[in-house]
């Protein structure tokens, strides 16, 4: 089978051991798969035993997940989360990943100083540099200090590290309401990572409302209420220039408990629709069905 490029899953959406994520994954045509620290630790088999399932797969890992809660720290606390760092970007290297997803603080034992908050980024990507891998920081939207894309990227900026870039999450710019053409004013060689997912309900009144669907009822692209602004976040990086991997972070307690491979069905429907009806590229799989024409047949 040929393979579905640029976009790619997490394993966030699938319930059981990594091999079966992996192989659900590969069966559906994916090349690419987002990884998290929770895939090798928690191996029964043990950290090596879980880098080498991953290597083994042919998928090829689109990012290493998630450093939380580094930035604006001091004291003891900051170099605790260096240590916490160097070795998530040592399992990231193991893994061959290039880039780090970092996400905006939300601790209340971080300052809100933006230049303390770029000192702390820049440290971490120059971290990162011998292992040659890039940092994408990625606003949290109920993040305590950075809760928006214009503030990560204005974070980015004042850091001014060549490996240190943003992670753009549609869900994120969704659910805070933030304009879409704040987009048009990113540099997309600065762009590291494209996260995409959509949810089932108009607005997020909330930061609790906000975290909560996040971590438990994303939907994949084209599967919930706001298709249409999705469809403008990912023409808007088209037109900037934008080139890399999207991935789709799809946090959902329903999809975990279903067959991997019912899962993956749907995420190849979502990527076959952006691929061809969005963007209007040739997804190279034999006898594909766009997503609207699926619906249609449910």
Same mark, same amino acid.
């Given at each position: 089978?040929?393979?579905?490029?640029?976009?790619?899953?997490?394993?966030?959406?699938?319930?059981?051991?990594?091999?079966?994520?992996?192989?659900?994954?590969?069966?559906?045509?994916?090349?690419?798969?987002?990884?998290?620290?929770?895939?090798?630790?928690?191996?029964?088999?043990?950290?090596?035993?879980?880098?080498?399932?991953?290597?083994?797969?042919?998928?090829?890992?689109?990012?290493?997940?998630?450093?939380?809660?580094?930035?604006?720290?001091?004291?003891?606390?900051?170099?605790?989360?260096?240590?916490?760092?160097?070795?998530?970007?040592?399992?990231?290297?193991?893994?061959?990943?290039? =880039? #780090?997803? $970092?996400?905006? @603080?939300?601790?209340?034992?971080?300052?809100? +100083?933006?230049? /303390? !908050?770029?000192?702390?980024?820049?440290?971490?990507?120059?971290?990162?540099?011998?292992?040659?891998?890039?940092?994408?920081?990625?606003?949290?939207?109920?993040?305590?200090?950075?809760?928006?894309?214009?503030?990560?990227?204005?974070?980015?900026?004042?850091?001014?590290?060549?490996?240190?870039?943003?992670?753009?999450?549609?869900?994120? =710019? #969704?659910? $805070?309401?933030? @304009?879409?053409?704040?987009?048009?004013?990113? +540099?997309?060689? /600065? !762009?590291?990572?494209?996260?995409?997912?959509?949810?089932?309900?108009?607005?997020?009144?909330?930061?609790?409302?906000?975290?909560?669907?996040?971590?438990?009822?994303?939907?994949?692209?084209?599967?919930?209420?706001?298709?249409?602004?999705?469809?403008?976040?990912?023409?808007?990086?088209?037109?900037?220039?934008?080139?890399?991997?999207?991935?789709?972070?799809?946090?959902?307690?329903?999809?975990?408990?279903?067959?991997?491979?019912?899962?993956?069905?749907?995420?190849?429907?979502?990527?076959?629709?952006?691929?061809?009806?969005?963007?209007?590229?040739?997804?190279?799989?034999?006898?594909?069905?766009?997503?609207?024409?699926?619906?249609?047949?449910?």
């Amino acid at each position: 089978m040929k393979l579905i490029r640029e976009f790619g899953m997490d394993t966030i959406s699938l319930a059981g051991p990594i091999e079966a994520k992996l192989a659900a994954m590969k069966a559906a045509g994916f090349d690419q798969v987002m990884l998290k620290a929770n895939d090798l630790v928690g191996h029964p088999g043990g950290l090596q035993a879980a880098v080498a399932a991953c290597n083994a797969s042919g998928l090829r890992a689109t990012g290493f997940q998630v450093l939380r809660d580094f930035e604006g720290l001091s004291g003891h606390l900051h170099e605790y989360k260096i240590d916490i760092a160097k070795s998530m970007l040592q399992m990231a290297h193991s893994l061959g990943a290039k =880039v #780090l997803l $970092a996400c905006s @603080s939300v601790s209340a034992h971080a300052t809100q +100083d933006l230049d /303390k !908050i770029a000192a702390d980024l820049r440290k971490l990507a120059m971290l990162a540099v011998p292992y040659g891998i890039k940092i994408a920081y990625e606003a949290l939207s109920w993040g305590r200090t950075v809760n928006e894309l214009p503030q990560s990227w204005d974070v980015v900026c004042r850091a001014d590290a060549p490996n240190l870039g943003i992670c753009v999450d549609s869900y994120h =710019v #969704l659910a $805070a309401k933030t @304009s879409p053409e704040e987009i048009d004013y990113l +540099d997309a060689s /600065k !762009i590291f990572l494209v996260q995409l997912a959509d949810f089932m309900w108009e607005e997020t009144k909330s930061f609790e409302e906000r975290m909560t669907t996040a971590r438990t009822f994303r939907v994949f692209p084209g599967e919930g209420v706001h298709s249409d602004a999705l469809v403008d976040i990912v023409l808007r990086l088209e037109r900037i220039g934008y080139r890399g991997d999207y991935s789709f972070e799809v946090f959902n307690d329903d999809y975990v408990n279903l067959p991997l491979e019912l899962v993956c069905e749907r995420a190849k429907k979502s990527a076959q629709w952006l691929a061809e009806d969005v963007l209007r590229r040739s997804t190279p799989l034999p006898g594909s069905m766009r997503l609207k024409i699926a619906k249609l047949l449910i």
